[in-house]
């Protein structure tokens, strides 16, 4: 709701990006529609790239596949943020809305 309301310029460019099936049957569904295991959370689409944004509380940590994932994007020259708090979510978001190319 921040980012709506605070950059209404961004209005479509964050993206939830389903990360748990609720049974087997809609996971075997979701995997065979192209779900990836370890995908971040969010997917933020800004100046003709992609963020990646995972949200962990302060005791969450990145399961073996969000490591792969992480890995691989960066690999790929795609930045990944990991956040912990609404505040550390907005820095990140003002980073990136504020960069200069």
Request: glycine share 6%.
């Amino acid at each position: 709701m921040w980012l709506w309301n605070e950059h209404p310029e961004t209005r479509g460019f964050l993206c939830y990006n389903l990360g748990n099936s609720k049974n087997a049957i809609d996971g075997a569904r979701n995997k065979a529609m192209g779900l990836v295991p370890g995908r971040s959370d969010l997917t933020f689409y800004w100046n003709r790239t992609a963020y990646f944004l995972e949200c962990k509380d302060s005791t969450g940590a990145q399961s073996t596949n969000q490591k792969e994932w992480q890995k691989k994007v960066e690999a790929a020259g795609f930045e990944y943020h990991l956040f912990r708090s609404f505040r550390e979510f907005q820095l990140i978001i003002n980073r990136i809305i504020n960069l200069k190319n």
